[in-house]
C-alpha cells in the first residue's frame, strides 16, 4: 500500500516537473496517469482536473491551460492535446473523453471585452466539448458546444452548438 | 502579500520593457510582462503606457531599414503578436491586440502600408495583409483576415474579411421600436419571408441543404446549429434591409436561444399588418 508504483511516481513527477508553477499542484487533480512531453503552462488560480491516459504534448510550442478565478478546465479520460493550443476558462470549460484538440488550438469561455465598452468583461458562457471530438487549429468563442464525435477543421470559428457527428470546415 | 506581489511584477514589468526596447524610441511607462523579440531597433515607435502581456509565444516586433513601425499609447498587446514592417505600418492609440495577431506590409508580391486608427480592437490570430486600412473603433473577429479597407465603427468577420457596422452587432442600449412614417418598401407574405430565409441560409452556410435541416417553422435556429448569434444578427440585418422593416432587435435577441423560423416570420408579417 505504500509502495510507490510507477504510475504515482510519476503523477509526482508530472505535477513536480511538468505542470507549472510548481507550487499551485494542489489545485491540479490528476485522476491517472498522465503523459506530458515538452513544456506546459498552468497559470491562473482557478482548477484544474485532468482525467487518466490523457496526453498534453507540448511541442514544438508549448500548451497553455489557463484557468482564472472561479474558473476550472475539465478534460475527461484519453483526450490528447496537441502544442501551441490554449485554453482559457473564467468558468468552465469541459473536453469530452477521447476527444482529440489539434496543434494551435484556441478555446475561450469569455470574449474579455464588450463590442460597446471595452472595460467591461461580458459574461461567460461554458464550453463543452462532447466526447470523440475532433478540433484541428481552431478557435472556440463562448457558447460553443460540440456534440459527441463532431468535427471542427482548420481555420475553423466556432461560437454555437455543433451537432452530434457534424462537421464545421 | 499579494498586493506586494503586484508591485513587485509591475516593477519588474517597467524594467523589462526598457531592457528588451532599448535602443527604440519609446515613451514612458511601457509596460512588458513577457519577451518581445525586436529588430531594427532605430525605426521602431511604442507610444507610453502601452503593454505587452506574457504567454507561450514570444512578441515580435521588426523593422526593415530604412522602414517605419509606430505604436500608439495606451495600446495592450496580448502574447505571440507579430508585427513585421518592410515600409510602413502605424498603429493609433488605444487598440487592443489579441494573441497570435499577425500584421504585415509584404506579402512577397507587394509591399503596401498598413495604418491601424485609434480604439482598434484585433481578436486572436486576426491577419491583417498588406495595404490594408482600419478605421476608428473597429474590430476584427477572431480568425478574420482583413485585406483592404475596414470603414470606421465596423466589425469585420471572416476570411476575406467581411464588414458589418458595430451597431448591428451590439446590444441597443434603447429599444429600437418601429420607425415612425416610413411605409414598408415590399408587402411580404409569410411564404415570401420563409423563402428569403432559406434563401438566405442557402447562401450564407448551407449551401443547398437549408430547406431539409428545417423541419418546421417551430425548430429553434440556436439549437441545431443552423445558426450562431453573429448570424442571428446578420439575418435580422438582412430582413430589415429586404422588406423594409424594423424589427424588435431587443426582443430577438433578449431569447435568441427560442428563437424559431415562426418568430420572424410573424415579426416581418406582423409589422408589415400593423402598418396596411
Given at each position: ?169 | ?9 509591475a516593477a519588474l514589468s517597467l524594467a523589462r520593457a526598457r531592457l528588451q526596447l532599448r535602443g527604440t524610441k519609446h515613451g514612458a511607462r511601457v509596460r512588458c510582462h513577457g519577451r ?187 439549437r441545431n446549429g443552423l445558426l450562431d448569434s453573429l448570424g442571428l444578427v446578420q439575418l435580422v440585418v438582412m430582413l430589415e434591409e429586404r422588406f423594409g422593416v424594423s424589427l424588435d ?28
Open positions: 500500500m505504500w509502495q510507490l508504483s510507477g504510475v504515482t511516481a510519476r503523477r509526482i513527477a508530472v505535477r513536480l516537473f511538468h505542470l507549472r508553477p510548481l507550487f499551485a499542484g494542489w489545485r491540479v487533480k490528476l485522476e491517472g496517469d498522465v503523459f506530458v512531453k515538452g513544456k506546459n503552462w498552468t497559470p491562473g488560480p482557478g482548477r484544474l482536473y485532468i482525467g487518466r491516459g490523457v496526453r498534453l504534448i507540448g511541442e514544438p510550442a508549448p500548451i497553455e491551460l489557463r484557468a482564472h478565478e472561479e474558473g476550472g478546465i475539465w478534460i475527461e479520460d484519453g483526450v490528447l492535446i496537441e502544442g501551441g493550443t490554449s485554453i482559457e476558462a473564467t468558468r468552465s470549460v469541459r473536453v469530452g473523453a477521447r476527444s482529440r484538440i489539434g496543434p494551435f488550438c484556441k478555446i475561450l469561455d469569455n470574449h474579455f471585452h464588450a463590442v460597446g465598452d471595452r472595460r467591461q468583461p461580458p459574461e461567460s458562457v461554458p464550453i463543452v466539448i462532447g466526447e470523440d471530438s475532433l478540433l484541428g487549429r481552431a478557435i472556440l468563442l463562448p457558447g460553443a458546444e460540440m456534440g459527441a464525435g463532431a468535427r471542427v477543421g482548420p481555420a475553423g470559428v466556432l461560437s454555437f452548438h455543433l451537432r452530434a457527428g457534424a462537421e464545421l470546415a | 502579500m499579494s498586493g506586494l506581489a503586484d508591485k513587485v511584477a518581445i523579440l525586436v529588430h531594427g531597433r532605430a525605426g521602431i515607435e511604442v507610444g507610453s503606457r502601452t503593454t505587452f502581456l506574457a504567454g507561450i509565444f514570444p512578441t515580435e516586433l521588426r523593422c526593415e531599414n530604412g522602414a517605419e513601425l509606430v505604436i500608439g499609447p495606451n495600446s495592450t498587446f496580448n502574447y505571440g503578436v507579430s508585427i513585421v514592417a518592410r515600409r510602413s505600418i502605424r498603429i493609433g492609440a488605444r487598440c487592443i491586440f489579441g494573441s497570435l495577431v499577425h500584421i504585415r506590409d509584404d506579402d512577397g508580391r507587394r509591399i503596401a502600408p498598413v495604418s491601424l486608427a485609434d480604439g482598434v480592437w484585433l481578436a486572436h490570430r486576426a491577419i491583417i495583409e498588406p495595404g490594408s486600412t482600419i478605421g476608428e473603433g473597429s474590430v476584427v473577429a477572431a480568425g478574420a483576415v482583413v485585406s483592404g479597407t475596414v470603414p470606421p465603427r465596423s466589425m469585420a468577420v471572416g476570411n476575406p474579411a467581411r464588414c458589418m457596422p458595430l451597431e448591428a452587432v451590439e446590444p441597443p442600449q434603447a429599444p429600437i421600436t418601429q420607425r415612425d412614417g416610413e411605409p414598408a418598401a415590399v408587402r411580404a407574405s409569410r411564404d415570401e419571408v420563409r423563402a428569403a430565409i432559406i434563401e438566405w441560409l442557402d447562401d450564407t452556410r448551407h449551401f443547398g441543404e437549408a430547406a431539409s435541416l428545417i423541419t418546421s417553422d417551430f425548430v429553434s435556429l440556436r432587435r431587443d426582443l430577438l435577441l433578449a431569447n435568441p436561444e427560442g428563437q424559431s423560423l415562426n418568430t420572424f416570420l410573424d415579426l416581418v408579417a406582423g409589422t408589415k399588418e400593423a402598418r396596411s
